[in-house]
Nanobody
């Protein structure tokens, strides 16, 4: 049973933009902080952004000012707007929910060409 489903990844040139979406089941979304992580080949999975149930946000230093996380409680969806993309942003991006339990999505590939 898929609890989180990401979409919106793809190939983009340096300086371009993408918006990732993560749809969650209502039972998970309403009681969870939501976050995005990423993992590049050969690297560990790293934190990108997080949004609390109340809407407070937190970002990794590497994406501050370029990425924006938001949540639509009516649609049970969290978004990651990524602007001014760089080749070093290339990774598989994972959605995570943190509530009573922790769930991960299957990941979506983002590739930024130079």
């Amino acid at each position: 049973q898929v609890q989180l489903a990401e979409s919106g990844g793809g190939l983009v040139q340096t300086g371009g933009s993408l918006r990732l979406s993560c749809a969650a089941s209502r039972s998970i979304f309403s009681g969870s902080a939501m976050g995005w992580y990423r993992q590049a080949p050969g690297n560990q999975r790293e934190f990108v952004a997080r949004i609390s149930i109340g809407g407070s946000t937190d970002y990794a230093d590497s994406v501050k000012g370029r990425f924006t996380i938001s949540r639509d409680n009516a649609k049970n969806t969290v978004y990651l707007q990524m602007n001014s993309l760089k080749p070093e942003d290339t990774a598989v991006y994972y959605c995570m929910s943190s509530g009573r339990y922790t769930y991960w999505g299957q990941g979506t590939q983002v590739t930024v060409s130079s």
